[in-house]
């Protein structure tokens, strides 16, 4: 079958991921998609004879992102759009969570999806085409007590993706920061890192979010198929947009969010003014 693009996904194993490759695939795309393991290359290679490609990747190998990126555009083809869509989800009162913790998230959402980026530039930039698509979240503009890490990742990613889109408009390569509500996939389930609760003052906020979390996950609103589907359309499109929400639940908390925002940056505007001149 001819394929119409090549997009080369994060983290296909299960959820965002694996639901984009499967569509893409079904639609004709050609698609590469980072695993962790031989067996779930294998497993993701079966989905298509011709069109999927599985490279063994872990996204923090930070030294090993250019060399599968070259080898992948010199013996499959051009990456016509990159998605960065591995990460994962760290609970925890940050008061109770590590440095080290910190750091991984960070290295998972952030520096993981950067260096993937960095990677993939040049052949775009010197191509002038391509689309770039982060998988942030909505807890990339709201925040929960006991996400700190997590949200602090997506606000990083989404300030980096947008300003990304500012730099890379003259070159015809598009950036779209997709936000998702809560999704049935793995995320709240085998994915989530979670810090061993230590100090019981914290008792009353977090443990009815934490119980509240385990016993939604599964049953969450939003279906990973359709985001796959809007995803994908979304790559069709002539001009997308730098930000995009999932899920009504999205919709509705992130627009609350920038409510109460702009009502303190009305209360404080006086304050705020105060320090010209
Ligand atoms: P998921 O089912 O747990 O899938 C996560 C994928 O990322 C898996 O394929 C996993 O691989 C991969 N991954 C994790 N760490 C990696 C690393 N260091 N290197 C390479 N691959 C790695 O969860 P998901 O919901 O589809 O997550 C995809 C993205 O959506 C994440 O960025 C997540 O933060 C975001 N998101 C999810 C939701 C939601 O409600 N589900 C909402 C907003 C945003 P393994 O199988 O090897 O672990």
Redesign the pocket.
Same mark, same amino acid.
């Given at each position: 079958m001819s394929h119409l693009k090549t997009i080369f996904i &994060?983290?296909? #194993? #299960?959820? *965002? !991921? +694996?639901a984009l490759a499967q569509v893409a695939l079904a639609s004709g795309y050609r698609v590469i998609g @980072?695993? +962790? %393991?031989a067996s779930?290359k294998t497993t993701f290679e079966a989905l298509h004879a011709e069109n999927a490609f599985a490279c063994e990747?872990?996204? @923090?190998d930070f030294s090993a992102i250019d060399a599968v990126i070259a080898d992948v555009e010199s013996r499959i083809g051009p990456i016509d759009v990159l998605v960065n %869509?591995?990460? $994962? !989800?760290h609970e925890g009162v940050m008061e109770e969570s590590s440095l080290d913790e910190l750091r991984r998230q960070f290295d998972? %959402?952030v520096f !993981?999806a950067v260096a993937m980026i960095k990677a993939v530039l040049p052949f775009m930039r010197q191509r002038r085409r391509g689309h770039i698509i982060n998988? @942030? =979240?909505?807890?990339g503009f709201i925040t929960l007590p006991g996400i700190s890490y $997590?949200c602090g990742s997506?606000f990083a990613l989404e300030g980096i993706s947008e300003t990304l889109s500012q730099e890379l408009a003259p070159f015809n390569i598009a950036v779209t920061a997709v936000?998702?509500? =809560? *999704? +049935? &996939?793995?995320?709240?389930g085998? #994915?989530m890192v979670r810090s061993a609760r230590s100090i019981t003052d914290y008792d009353a906020l977090f443990d009815p979010i934490r119980q509240a979390r385990e016993e939604k996950s599964g049953k969450?609103l !939003?279906d990973?198929v359709k985001a796959a589907q809007v995803i994908l359309a979304l790559m069709e499109n002539p001009s997308p947009p730098a930000h995009l929400l999932l899920g009504s639940d999205a919709l509705h908390l992130v627009r609350q969010k920038l409510t109460a925002l702009n009502q303190q940056i009305d209360a404080w505007e006086d304050v705020s003014r105060s320090t010209d001149g």
């Open positions: &994060t983290g296909v #194993s #299960s959820g *965002f !991921g +694996r @980072t695993v +962790r %393991n779930a990747l872990d996204i @923090t %869509n591995a990460g $994962y !989800g998972v %959402n !993981g998988i @942030t =979240s909505m807890g $997590y997506k936000a998702p509500g =809560s *999704f +049935r &996939t793995d995320w709240a085998r #994915s969450q !939003g990973p």
